[in-house]
Nanobody, 128 residues
Framework: EVQLQASGGGLVQAGGSLRLSCAAS????????IGWFRQAPGKEREGVIA????????YYADSVKGRFTISTDNAKNNVYLQMNSLTPEDTAAYYC?????????????????????WGRGTQVTVSS
């Protein structure tokens, strides 16, 4: 059974940090791009950051460059999103998704491809 389980959300003050985790199982982790997306109330889901597990390529939304980083623990099939210098604009439900891309081959930017699997969201709330 394929599972993507996001966790680590919570309430934090502006300027604070959170680390989200995405635990993957049921598919060949090394053949996928793992992306983090977020959706705030009344807004469309947007790509935040993604990592190509096959080749290590990392893709950032402009709004999070210099603040968010992504990493993997391939032994555990986990992906981590470290979020620093959080602002109220980062408040959203955060989701991780997996897109099949063996050898890191992508037909489009990872924020705009079709994801094969999605996990449930984890809520991040940043207070001012």
């Amino acid at each position: 059974e394929v599972q993507l389980q996001a966790s680590g959300g919570g309430l934090v003050q502006a300027g604070g940090s959170l680390r989200l985790s995405c635990a993957a199982s049921g598919f060949t982790f090394d053949d996928y791009v793992i992306g983090w997306f977020r959706q705030a109330p009344g807004k469309e889901r947007e790509g935040v950051i993604a990592i190509s597990v096959p080749d290590g390529g990392i893709y950032y939304a402009d709004s999070v460059k210099g603040r968010f980083t992504i990493s993997t623990d391939n032994a555990k099939n986990n992906v981590y999103l470290q979020m620093n210098s959080l602002t109220p604009e980062d408040t959203a439900a955060y989701y991780c998704g997996a897109h099949y891309a063996p050898l890191g081959e992508l037909r489009a930017h990872p924020f705009f491809v079709t994801y094969n699997y999605w996990g449930r969201g984890t809520q991040v709330t940043v207070s001012s």
